[in-house]
């Protein structure tokens, strides 16, 4: 099934390049400690894609999508983000550091975008 992406519109595209931005996130390092860094898929967080399924199913099979449900997922993938960054403090010789690395803020910006293409889908 070749995909049209010249006919869709400018939310269609931007919910297309948010799932791959996402799905690149996985590669880039989630946990950064200096000498100790590991990416999304070692940190089990590759789940997180499942938020991008029914928004990039309703955009590719050109349906109709429930923009409420798309929100929903949408918040949800930057609540998960916020959350997992917030998780990866660590306490040195007193004082709090943070070893979240650039992956989980690309999946939060992914997540973002995401939500400007739902708002920008015409259908």
Known sequence: MPLKVQKWDTGG???????CAAWVSFFFNWVDIGLLSQNGFS????????LFV????????EKRMNKSIGYILAAAGIVFAIIYISSKS??????????????PYLFMTASALMAAGIYKRAK
Not at 13 to 19: F, I, M, Q
Not at 91 to 103: E, R, V
């Open 54 to 61: 029914y928004p990039l199913l309703t955009v590719v099979r």
């Open 13 to 19: 595209k931007l919910v297309l390049v948010a799932a």
């Open 90 to 103: 660590l306490d040195l010789l007193g004082s709090s550091m943070n070893t979240a690395g650039s992956g």
């Open 43 to 50: 940190q089990g967080v590759v789940f997180f894609i499942l």
